[in-house]
């Protein structure tokens, strides 16, 4: 599999673990809205409560439920960043092993780290593999990645004996661009909490002096 073949390919299904990531905290921010809608109409079908009563419990469960979801939404952003990283370790070995297996790495990750030639490092990949080196061929193809040498990458692979590395990238993409604004203002849609409908027509700051009225106590 090469780079361009994974270029290629489209509708490729995320793992399990990606797809518990991408849909757990937006399973968790339905709930809190379902729990907040519950909780405004129990104090709405309370008909002993005054109007502005109900307003101040709708207000402060309102104004709860934004800040739950936005810590979600951090916390959705972060996970789709750290599975990322997560594939990107699982395709070129970058955690774990024993003293020796580490200091070789960080060895040749010191020898690559200033490598801004694709051509010589077409060159050290070919030397490393002919010598049976495969972590420091590992470090370059990682390293090559990174600056998108596609040909030096490909080259790692080019006898199949890492396809389940080129899986992990094909993975990552399938994973969004986190630092794209588009897809941020996507999620952040998708997390968004409206105001129930007893707040409708009242400014942000009205909102906010209800929540801090202590009026109507909590929804029984």
Known sequence: MSIQDMFNRTGAELSADAQKVIDGTR??????????ETKVQRAMDNKQMSTRAQQ???????????????????????GVQQHKQKLVD?????????????????????????????????????????????QLAQVIAGHAYSRGWNDVVDRWNHDGTNN??????????????????????GVAAEFHVNPPAVLQGLRDHEIDALARDDIGGEAA
């Open 27 to 36: 399973a968790q921010a339905a709930a809190f809205n379902q729990a907040a």
């Open 56 to 78: 101040a419990i709708a207000a402060r469960t309102y104004r709860q439920t934004q800040a739950q979801t936005q810590t979600l939404l951090d916390q959705h952003i972060a």
């Open 90 to 134: 699982r395709a070129f070995g970058a955690r774990g092993g024993d003293a020796q297996t580490i200091a070789n790495r960080r060895a040749a990750q010191q020898m690559v780290a200033g490598l801004d030639d694709g051509s010589i490092a077409m060159e050290m990949l070919m030397t490393a593999q002919q010598d049976g080196d495969t």
């Open 164 to 185: 389940n590395a080129m899986r992990n990238l094909l993975e990552l993409q399938q994973m969004p661009d986190t630092n794209d604004i588009g897809w941020r203002m």
